[in-house]
């Protein structure tokens, strides 16, 4: 966190999920006491998890994230999945043979719950994570709407551009934030490696050589430049530091087709392990 606020991050992806929303927090609150920042310059994402999906517990859910994270307020606030699970603490719950166990979702009552939230001072802005069109037709549709959803957080990368959902989603007003901009890590418990390493393409490691840069810049700059919000995740200061300087220079309109063109229309993250979920979000189209 230090190195990357230093860097001149301000933009946190974050969820209660991580466990680590005391540590986000403290490091955030101690570049406001030394004067670096104030609360207003960051821009932190909560999310509510998919065990607090009635609207009696959002409001509690978003109170435990302020706790931790010691804000006043949470910029923006989404819903981490469509799929709900069994209300509660537990994180995963599952019966005694290990299946998880879910809850019928009612994406409108959650969403009418974090209407009021934000109406309350709690959030600023509110959205979704990992909704397809129907699911955000289900909120857009929904008597009485009083916000749309701010952004839909989503896979997108080179590999996987989301065209049809950007589209919708433009039409819409709706943000698209797109998760593993790199094409994540290479853990097959719950990544597809049938898909080849992004970073290790070779048009983005041409177009990478062209301007000194490497792919990995290259593809966030792609995303940018396609007005698609970026949370590259690294633990590693160097490259932390080398993923925010994709400010100095531009693809042109050749690369940014050619870059295009990689789509592969598949997924690093399926969430495989909940495809038996009523509400499991990625068997339509898109
Ligand atoms: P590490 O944390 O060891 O630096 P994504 O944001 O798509 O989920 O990707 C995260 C993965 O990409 C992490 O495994 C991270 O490794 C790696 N990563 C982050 N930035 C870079 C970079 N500039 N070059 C190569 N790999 C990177």
């Known amino acids: 966190m230090n190195v990357a606020i230093d860097v001149g991050y301000r933009h946190f992806d974050g969820a209660l999920l991580y466990s680590n929303e005391d540590q986000v927090g403290k490091a955030i ?15 932190y ?44 603490d537990v994180i995963y719950p599952k019966d005694e043979d290990g299946k998880f166990l879910y809850h019928p979702s009612d994406l409108c009552a959650t969403w009418e719950a974090l209407e009021v ?13 990992n909704f397809n069109r129907r699911q955000l037709e289900q909120i857009l549709n929904k008597p009485g709407l009083k916000y749309k959803p701010a952004v839909n957080q989503v896979e997108c990368h080179p590999y996987f551009i989301q065209l049809k959902l950007k589209e919708f989603c433009d039409s819409h007003g709706i943000v698209i934030v797109g998760y593993s ?11 597809n490696t049938k898909i080849p390493a992004l970073l ?9 050589a062209k301007y000194k840069k490497t792919s990995a810049q290259v593809a966030l700059r ?20 080398q993923n925010f300087e994709i400010f100095d220079f531009s693809l042109t309109d050749e690369e940014m087709k050619m870059i295009s063109a990689l789509n ?8 495989l392990m909940w495809s038996d979920h009523p509400e499991y979000p990625f068997n339509d189209e898109y």
């Open 117 to 129: 939230c934000k109406d309350a001072g709690l959030v600023k802005s509110i959205g979704v994570s």
């Open 222 to 241: 792609y995303q940018v430049q396609r007005n698609i919000v970026v949370i590259p995740k690294s633990f590693t200061p160097e490259r932390i530091k």
């Open 200 to 208: 290790d393409d070779p048009v983005l490691n041409a177009v990478a």
């Open 45 to 88: 994402c909560g999310k509510l998890w998919s065990t607090y999906h009635p609207p009696e517990m959002v409001r509690r859910a978003i109170e435990k994230s302020l706790k931790l994270l010691k804000f006043d307020y949470i910029d923006l606030y989404i819903i981490e999945m469509p799929l709900a699970f069994k209300p509660g």
């Open 29 to 43: 609150q101690e570049k406001i006491a030394d004067g670096t920042l104030r609360r207003e310059d960051i821009y």
């Open 181 to 191: 901009p790199l094409g994540t890590c290479r853990d097959s418990t719950w990544v």
């Open 264 to 271: 592969r229309n598949e997924r690093y993250v399926e969430l």
